[in-house]
DNA sequence: TGAAGTTTTTTATAGACAGCATGTC
DNA sequence: CTATAAAAAACTTCA
């Protein structure tokens, strides 16, 4: 199909991307147009990646803005979000507009209500669902990228109960779904009343083989030598020979050590075949990457940089990790080992695709398993840059020639799996659930049984009741904690209700109609079940808050009454260790040896933590309870100013997980504050502090100084040693020692100015001796030697407790 | 006896969304 | 119940 045949897009769209070199549609996008995709049609479209999944969105949204509607992207990750918006942001110049709203990007709701497409991440969506956002009913469109994620255990039921509202609320909605080629795209399909489009065709060649011996077989038959030489290992192999004819490939391993290791030792294959001109922009990198963060991960990351090689994890930070996909998409770096997180991640793509490790550990699984066929399809599909690469080749290795054969078989050959729904599990539920009585989607047990009916799950399941079950036993659980209120309706039974539920009373008791046999008891029962129907729900102020606040209610119920135990005011490290204990917080694992090491940390600091410890009996409460003191421990740290080095080593963690960390509790102490505020906590304050203090990473005594514009931890400590306790003053304070104290006149000048000072000027000053003003607290010492002692007396890793 | 080299045992294991109100070194 | 690499420990070798 040719771009002129599209119809209902905006004026100047069909120049715009034959602009971007693009005439003709791909099959797959044709297909998906054919299926009224520009007419508002829903669909589904299981497509392998890269083949233009994104046109087929951007022609629904497009084609829903010229109707004079307003489009909706979600996407599963935020650096997908800042992905597409750029994308999305070249439509300006035929006058649609694009807004972005994830948990860290800035936006306000009026903001987002003047931009005809909105990309979000799906937990946003469902904050704004939850919070009445009014330009959601809006939407014309939807798009939900990456859908079979509805699978995720985690994440997987906030998309599909997030779809599940957006089409309630819009009944008229165009729902566009875009997923990985899956086992069952006409479950998905049916579930939204949508076309399918289900295709393995790709834009360029994939060719997928195993390399056993000397030899890469693909699976149409051909054979490629590929001898390995001396000692050296497959993947190198694999990486030089393709590195010869100029392609760049990646290496998919099973954890972050192994994608170190591996980005070591392919750093010699890739330094080979550098030239000097690339050779000192690597240098260049490995420099931005060290400066971004002083942790022996980055010195790593950069040593492997400088010779063209680089590995990828969540432990990088995520100036690092872009920093390295930049450079991998520019051809400057030549190879990556990464864990799955590149698979799902950004568009990286490579003309080798090397699949090292295809089994995971998996301590539900006893031990190590495979991974899914759809997780290695996905990694597969990363191969082939399209009009750059002429084919894409996807690797896996084997040792045997049993386990090459297993290896075709499996997934070579093999179809992906089914995306099932995981929104019975109990944590999903229960969030679910209060949210959905919180926001009035369901005012009645059998209005929210309705809207469950409405998800893919229902549609799914075999297991009559289940559902119904469960939802009761987390009712239960929302009702105990004071979440939620119900009421039985009044013992006549058949009467209409409350009125504000009259209008879901209609469609709430169809299946009465047949009960009505010559046998009372089951005419009771029906009436019985009939009235348990009509009980009616609803969110008490604390639901209605621990909604709005997106955390989990059992979150929110730890917190609560831990507050609610606090006899005196709590610590930082009783507060830390609370949040940590909640199921929002990723869990830090106790690696061995530190159950001991923390259990006399817990020993000496019991009486800060907040509610009853699980007896030491109860081993795997109790070692919960430490795992959270652990990461309470981490937070009091970076509370006190302890340097990121020093935590990263103690912790063994990388710099992304110390951000990571800081952010969660962050974001829970937040709401930890609401919370407090709700329950008229006398704690409010101490719980405000804390928060502060984790935000910026300081004590108690630098949180005014940081408050200033430019002053952060390191900045404001040094300040502070210097005499300057507080931002005023930073306007009386001597120029000399600022500078001095600041380095950098411009930095002095830009923060005396945050300050409010009326002449930031720093034109002719000279820095002043440091020592001279450090009479405040008869410590003479620069805040540089006050670090670097600190950094000294904590190296001693075996003790953490004394200090 | 002790440094250096080799084999065996032990150990540990992926990922990352959200509130709110503005900005690190 | 499954794997694998790296680190640590145990053991061997040789001057």
Known sequence: MNLEELTGLPPGATDHFRGEGIEELYPPQAEAVEAGATDGENLVAAVPTASGKTMIAALSMLSAVQRGGKALYIVPLRALASEKKEEFEAYEEFGVTTGVTTGNYESTDDWLATKDIIVATSEKVDSLVRNGADWLSELTCVVSDEVHLIDDRNRGPTLEVTLAKLRQLNPGMQVVALSATVGNADEIA???????????????????????????????????????????KQEAALVRDILQEGGSSLVFVNSRRNAEGAAKRLGQVSSREITEDERAELADLA????????????????????????????GLSSTQRSLVEDAFRDRLLKVISATPTLAAGVNTPARRVIVRDWRRFDPSAGGMAPLDVLEVHQMMGRAGRPGLDPYGEAVLLAKSHDESEELFDRYIW???????????????????????????????????LEFLEATLYASQSSEAGR???????????????????????????????????????????????????????????????????????????????????????????????????????????????LVSRTPDMYELYLRSGEDEQFGELFYEREAELLGDAPSEYEEDRFEDWLAALKTGKLLEDWAEETEEETITDRYKIGPGDLRG????????????????????????????????????GVGEELLELVSVGGVGRKRARRLHDAGIEEPADLRTADKG??????????????????????????????PAGIDVDGADTGDSNSGDKAAAAQTESDDSQSSLGDF
């Open 190 to 232: 049916d579930w939204l009343d949508a076309a399918l489009v289900d295709t393995d065709w790709r834009p360029i060649d994939l060719q997928m083989g195993v390399h056993y011996g000397n030899a890469l077989n693909f699976d149409d038959g051909s054979t490629r030598e590929v001898p390995v030489e001396g000692s050296e």
């Open 287 to 314: 420099d931005d990457i060290r400066d971004d963060s002083d942790t022996e991960t980055s010195a790593d990351l950069a040593d492997c940089v400088e010779r063209g090689a680089a590995f990828h994890h969540a």
């Open 414 to 448: 093999a179809d992906p799996e089914p995306v099932r729904s995981k929104l019975a599990a109990e944590p999903a539920l229960r969030t679910h659930v209060l949210a959905t009585i919180a926001s009035g989607f369901a005012r009645t047990r059998g209005g929210l």
């Open 467 to 577: 559902l119904e079950s469960v939802t009761d036993d987390v009712l239960d659980y929302l009702e105990r904690n004071d979440f939620i209120e119900r009421e039985a309706p009044r013992a006549s039974g058949r009467s209409s209700g409350s009125p504000r539920e009259r209008e879901r009373d209609s469609s709430g008791d169809e299946a009465d109609g047949s009960n009505d046999g010559p046998f009372t008891s089951a005419a009771d029962l029906a009436e019985q079940q009939a009235a348990k129907r009509e009980e009616t729900l609803e969110a008490t102020s604390l639901g209605h808050t621990v909604s709005r606040l997106y955390l989990d209610p059992m979150s929110a119920a730890e917190i609560v009454h831990g507050l609610e135990r606090a006899d005196e005011r709590p610590t930082a490290l009783g507060l830390y260790q």
């Open 661 to 696: 960390k800081v952010d969660t509790a962050e974001w829970l102490l937040g709401a930890a504050e609401s919370l407090a505020a709700e329950i008229d906590s006398e704690w409010t304050v101490a719980v405000r502090e804390a928060r502060a203090r984790v935000e910026h």
């Open 737 to 766: 020692v600022v500078l001095s104290v600041l380095k950098g006149e411009k930095t002095a000048e830009n923060i005396l100015e945050n300050a409010g000072r009326e002449d930031p000027s720093m034109d002719g000053v000279e």
